[in-house]
């Protein structure tokens, strides 16, 4: 499997903003992105960046939320820049890449009211 490597998260007010990052080593992934897992839910679709850069949001993040990335060298990052954070934002949220289908260990992010 990829190493992946995240970073970013903690705990913020409403409204506030955080930036996660997540690097993996190796050759370019067709996509990567963000899923999350709120508290006693499944987890779901943030957002994706495909190597074409084509992107991809779900309606809850659209226009708060912007994923980006980076390639130098060997090393792939992508990022999740969150703005306007919302309570219902709290989850831990995760890293992945494909191919092969890797997920990072999570970082939580918590937004309080």
């Known amino acids: 499997q990829v190493p992946l490597v995240e970073s970013g998260g903690g705990w913020v007010q409403a409204g506030g903003s955080l930036r996660l990052s997540c690097v993996a080593s190796?050759?370019?992934?067709?996509?990567m992105g963000w899923y999350r897992q709120p508290p006693g839910k499944q987890r779901e679709l943030v957002a994706t960046?495909?190597?074409?850069?084509?992107?991809?949001?779900a309606d809850s993040v659209k226009g708060r939320f912007t994923i980006s990335k980076d390639s130098p060298s060997a090393k792939n990052t992508v990022y999740l820049q969150m703005n306007s954070l919302k309570p219902e934002d709290t989850a831990v949220y995760y890293c992945?890449?494909?191919?092969?289908?890797?997920w990072g260990q999570g970082t939580q992010v918590t937004v309080s009211s």
């Open positions: 992945y890449v494909t191919p092969p289908l890797t």
């Open positions: 960046i495909t190597s074409g850069g084509i992107t991809n949001y």
């Open positions: 190796g050759s370019r992934f067709a996509v």
